[in-house]
C-alpha cells in the first residue's frame, strides 16, 4: 500500500507546512522494502526522458508511453549534508521519466495519469528558476522548486488538477514504482493551452497514395494504426482514423522516425516515394516543426480479403477455444461478406458468439464491411469428442468467400488457383476432390501424388478449367491418406494444393501424420490441423508439417509453421511475457509471417534470434483462470534454399514471464529430405533414354512404348535436392529447360502409372 502525503510550500520555498493523511496500510507502506530485479540498470543518460535535461516535452491531449524499468533511484533531490532536508512526498522513486511543458495562458489544468492496472507515481514542480542540473547534485543556491501536487498512492489511475502560468517551466517526473513493463497515458485538458517546451514535434499524415504521385491529396484514403517510432526510446504513438500522427520529441533530440505500416502486407503496398520515405531524419532546430506526410502506394486496386484460426490445443473430452481473426489487406475497400468455417467430423463448434447459418456442410458467419487496413476477431468454443484418438489429428479450415478477381500479377500466373478436399463417400472408401476456384484456367497439366501413411501410393497429372472440379476415390483401411497437387508457375500463394482424408474422424492412423505442410498461402484460406492431445505441456513450441517416418522428414520447399505455447503457472498475474527463440540457420528470418496469436505483441528479428513481447497481457494464473492463463503465437518461415540433405532443423524457445527465470520449451525437430517412398512401383532404368547427354541447355527423355506415359517427371543434383518438377506429357519425347542450372551431374526419376525409371546425365 501506499502514504499519501501532500505538501504545500510557501513562496519562500524554505517554510512550509505538511499535510499529512495516513491510513493503517499507508504506514505498511512506508515500511515495506522495495525489491528490484538483480539487473543492470538503465541508461540514465542522453535517452528522452531520463532526466530533467532530457525531459519529454508535454502538450494538451493524451499520449501513450512506454515505461522506464529496472531503474532504482531513491528520489529526485539529493540534499548535500548539514542542509535542511528537501521534504518529500515519494519515499522512493525508482524507473523515473521526465516531462516539461509551459503555457499559453492562466488557468486550470487537469492531468489523468492513467497506468493500466499498474502503479505510477508522480509529482508536478513549477521549475521556472530552479535548472535541471541541480535535479542531479543539489546544492541549495536556487532555493527549491515548488510542489503543486504529489502522489504516493497505490492507485493505477491518478487524477490533479493544478493552476498554470504562462511563461512559467513545468517539470513532471512520473515514476514506475511497480517496475513492470506496463505502457501508460499522460492526458492533458483544460480550458487554457498547454504547449511543449524545449521541443520538437513530428506531424504527419500516413495515407494510402492512389494516384501515386507522392501527395496527400483528394482521392488519397487515411490509413490508420500506423506505428510511428523515436527508436530506442520510450517515443512511439499510432496515426488516427484520419491517417493523421503527432510525436513531441526533446529539443536535442536528433536521428531517425520511423513509421510502419503494419495493417496490410507487403503484398500489395509499399513505401517508394523518395520525397516521402518511411523512414526520415528529424533535423528541424528546436521549437520548430517537422511535417512528414508518409504515403504508401499499392500496386493495384484491390479489397483483399484476410482469415485465420488458431487454437493453443485441441484436448479430447474437453471444450477449447479457437480464435478467429479476419481483416481486409487490400487498397480499397471490401464489401461485405462471410467467413466459412468448416469442421471435420469428431470436433464440431459448441459456442459461435456471432449470428450464422450452417448449410451441412460450412457455417456461415457474417461479416460487416471492412476499410483498408481494418480487422476483427472473435473466439469460438470447440467440443472435441472422447471417441477421438490419442495422437490423431483434426482440421478446421476458415475461408472468406468473397475471394477478390482484382490481385492479378504477376503475369505470368494464369489466375488458376486450386483446393483439394478430403470426404468418405462411405464406410471404406476416402475421396479427394480437386476444385479450380481461381478466375482462369489451368495453362497446362500440374502433377499429383496420393500417399498412404506416407508412402506413395499413386501418381498423375490433372488440368481443370476455372470452376472446374474432378474427385478421386482411394480404399480408405483406417489408413492416412494425403492427396496432393502442384499449381501451375506463379502462383502468388501457394506452391502446392493438398488434404488428408477424415474419414472415421480422423482417428487410428496409427501414429502416422500427413508429410506435407498445409500450403494455404492465400490470405483468404486457413487450414488448422492439430494433434488430438490429453494432457500437455503448457509451456510447448510444435511444428508443422508434421513430417514422415521417425526423423520427421520434410520436402526441401515445404515451409515451416511454429506455434509456441505458454501458460502462467505462477501464483500471481504476469503483465508481461517474452519470447526469445533462435531460429535455425537453416531457416531464413526474412520471410516470417505471423498466422495466429492468442493476445496482442510486437517482434524483432537480429541475427537470427526472434524477440516477441506481449506487453500488457496482464496474464492470471493458472490457478484462479485456467483458459485465461494460456496464451501461444504461430508464425510460418521458409527454408534457406540450399539446406542439405538430411539435416535437422532444430528450434526451441525461452519464456519469460516477468523478472522470471526463462523456461525453455521442447525441440521442434524436422529434417530436411526427400519423403517419398515407392511402393507400386517397380524400380527400373531399363527402356528410359536420356539424350543429348551431356546436356547444355535442354535434355529430352524417352520411353518404351507400351507405357501410357501419364505421370511425372523430378530433377535433383547430387545433393538430393529437389531442382525441377513437371507432368510428362503424352509423348513421344519430354524435353526439360536446363536454363538457369550450373554445370554438374543431377539425376532424373520419372513415374508414371506402370513405372518408375531413373537415370542421370550430365550438364556442361
Known amino acids: 500500500m501506499k502514504a499519501i502525503l501532500s505538501f504545500l510550500l510557501s513562496a519562500t520555498f524554505m517554510n512550509f507546512s505538511v499535510l499529512l493523511a495516513q491510513t493503517q496500510a499507508d504506514i505498511d507502506k512506508l515500511n515495506e522494502v522495495v525489491v528490484f530485479p538483480d539487473t543492470e540498470n538503465a541508461s540514465r543518460s542522453s535517452t528522452p526522458g531520463c532526466d530533467c535535461d532530457n525531459a519529454i516535452p508535454l502538450a494538451t491531449g493524451e499520449q501513450q508511453y512506454l515505461p522506464t524499468v529496472n531503474t532504482f533511484l531513491t528520489n529526485i533531490l539529493n540534499p548535500q549534508p548539514g542542509m535542511n532536508v528537501f521534504p518529500t512526498c515519494l519515499e522512493s522513486a525508482p524507473n523515473q521519466t521526465w516531462y516539461v511543458f509551459t503555457a499559453a495562458d492562466t488557468g486550470q489544468a487537469t492531468f489523468v495519469i492513467n497506468g493500466q492496472g499498474a502503479d505510477y507515481d508522480y509529482v508536478l514542480l513549477d521549475a521556472t528558476d530552479f535548472p535541471c542540473a541541480e535535479f542531479n547534485a543539489f546544492t541549495g543556491q536556487f532555493g527549491l522548486p515548488q510542489i503543486l501536487s504529489c502522489s504516493y498512492s497505490a492507485a493505477t489511475t491518478e487524477v490533479f488538477n493544478t493552476l498554470l502560468f504562462p511563461g512559467h517551466r513545468y517539470v513532471l517526473m512520473v515514476s514506475n514504482y511497480s517496475n513492470v513493463p506496463i505502457p501508460y497515458f499522460i492526458n492533458i485538458y483544460s480550458g487554457i493551452n498547454v504547449i511543449p517546451f524545449s521541443a520538437k514535434e513530428v506531424r504527419g499524415t500516413v495515407y494510402a497514395d492512389n494516384n501515386g504521385n507522392c501527395i496527400y491529396d483528394a482521392g488519397d484514403a487515411p ?7 523515436y527508436p530506442g526510446t520510450i517515443l512511439h504513438t499510432y496515426s488516427l482514423l484520419n491517417g493523421t500522427f503527432r510525436l513531441l520529441l526533446p529539443g536535442n533530440a536528433e536521428g531517425l522516425v520511423q513509421v510502419s505500416q503494419t495493417s496490410v502486407p507487403s503484398m500489395l503496398w509499399s513505401s517508394d516515394c523518395s520525397e516521402s520515405p518511411a523512414s526520415f531524419t528529424v533535423d528541424v532546430p528546436e521549437n520548430d516543426t517537422l511535417f512528414a506526410d508518409v504515403p504508401y502506394s499499392s500496386t493495384v486496386e484491390c479489397a483483399l480479403p484476410m482469415v485465420q484460426t488458431s487454437t493453443p490445443f485441441l484436448r479430447r473430452c474437453f471444450t477449447n ?3 478467429v481473426q479476419y481483416g481486409n489487406y487490400g487498397s480499397v475497400s471490401l464489401p461485405s461478406g462471410e467467413i466459412l468455417l468448416r469442421y471435420e467430423d469428431g470436433i464440431d463448434p459448441v459456442n459461435i458468439p456471432l449470428p ?13 464491411p471492412l476499410a483498408p487496413g481494418q480487422t476483427g476477431s472473435f473466439y469460438i468454443t470447440d467440443s472435441l469428442g472422447c471417441e477421438n484418438g490419442l495422437n490423431s489429428y483434426a482440421c478446421v479450415e476458415a475461408s472468406y468467400v468473397q475471394i477478390p478477381g482484382c490481385y492479378d500479377n504477376p503475369d505470368e500466373w494464369d489466375r488458376s488457383d486450386l483446393e483439394v478436399h478430403a470426404a468418405c463417400s462411405d464406410s471404406i472408401t476416402a475421396s479427394f476432390t480437386i476444385s479450380n476456384s481461381g478466375i482462369g484456367n489451368m495453362s497446362q497439366p500440374m502433377p499429383f501424388e496420393v500417399r498412404r501413411n506416407g508412402l506413395l501410393e499413386d501418381s498423375g497429372v490433372l488440368q481443370l478449367a476455372s470452376g472446374a472440379s474432378s474427385t478421386y476415390s482411394y480404399s480408405n483401411n483406417n489408413d492416412l491418406l494425403t492427396f496432393v497437387v502442384w499449381e501451375t508457375a506463379a502462383n502468388p500463394f501457394n506452391s502446392l494444393a493438398w488434404d488428408m482424408s477424415d474419414c472415421n474422424s480422423a482417428l487410428f492412423f496409427g501414429g502416422g501424420s500427413p508429410a506435407y505442410a498445409i500450403q494455404d498461402q492465400q490470405p483468404w484460406l486457413d487450414i488448422d490441423c492439430e494433434v488430438v492431445i490429453g494432457a500437455y505441456d503448457p509451456n510447448d ?9 521417425e526423423a520427421s522428414q520434410i520436402e526441401r520447399y515445404d515451409e515451416l509453421e511454429y506455434r509456441i505455447r505458454f501458460q502462467n503457472t505462477g501464483n500471481d498475474t504476469a503483465f508481461t511475457v517474452v519470447l526469445v527463440d533462435t531460429l535455425s540457420n537453416l531457416l531464413n528470418p526474412e520471410t516470417i509471417r505471423f498466422t495466429g496469436n492468442s493476445h496482442p505483441y510486437t517482434y524483432t528479428i537480429e541475427n537470427q534470434i526472434l524477440n516477441i513481447r506481449f506487453e500488457n497481457i496482464q496474464l492470471p494464473d493458472s490457478a484462479s483462470n485456467p483458459e485465461g492463463s494460456i496464451g501461444y503465437i504461430r508464425f510460418m518461415l521458409e527454408q534457406n534454399q540450399d539446406n542439405p540433405v538430411n539435416y535437422a532443423i532444430q528450434n526451441f524457445a525461452d519464456i519469460y514471464f516477468d523478472f522470471n527465470p526463462p523456461i525453455r520449451t ?12 515407392v511402393t507400386n512401383t517397380t524400380f527400373e532404368s531399363e527402356g528410359l533414354n536420356i539424350y543429348p547427354n551431356p546436356a547444355k541447355n535442354e535434355v529430352f527423355i524417352g520411353l518404351p512404348a507400351d507405357d501410357d506415359k501419364a505421370g511425372v517427371i523430378e530433377m535433383f543434383d547430387l545433393y538430393g535436392k529437389r531442382v525441377m518438377i513437371q507432368p510428362l506429357q503424352a509423348s513421344t519425347r519430354n524435353r526439360i529447360e536446363l536454363s538457369g542450372l550450373s554445370a554438374g551431374v543431377y539425376l532424373l526419376q520419372v513415374r508414371t502409372a506402370k513405372a518408375s525409371y531413373f537415370g542421370k546425365f550430365v550438364m556442361d
Open 321 to 323: 477455444t479457437r480464435l
Open 223 to 229: 490509413i490508420a494504426n500506423a506505428h510511428i517510432q
Open 666 to 677: 521442447n525441440t521442434a525437430v524436422r529434417t530436411v529430405g526427400e519423403v517419398a517412398l
Open 356 to 368: 450464422y447459418t450452417f448449410d451441412g456442410t460450412y457455417y456461415r458467419i457474417a461479416i460487416e
Open 541 to 549: 513450441k510444435f511444428a508443422w508439417p508434421f513430417g514422415a517416418g
